[in-house]
């Protein structure tokens, strides 16, 4: 069961759509997030996208969604999973 809040499987709309912006953005934003991400845990990856992105975007995404209700830790562990690297075979 969701919640009133949950926006296609996010905590809410702005964390779904921030995540969105990110990954759709451009490929140089794509390439920033990874340096900042590389050998970090989820808090700390958190922490600097969150800083990351208010400096950018200053508040809000390009569409005009604020960055203040954004479940940083969420999206980070998301681009955690999708980028993981893969064991040795």
Known sequence: MTTASEYNGWTNIETWNTNLWMTNHSPGMEQTIL???RGQHS???ADNI???MWIIWRGETP??????PVNWVEIA???LDA???EPPS
């Open 35 to 37: 340096r900042i991400m």
């Open 43 to 45: 808090n700390k990856f």
């Open 50 to 52: 969150e800083t990351y």
């Open 63 to 68: 569409d005009g969604h604020s960055l203040n």
């Open 77 to 79: 562990e998301s681009w």
């Open 83 to 85: 980028y993981k690297e």
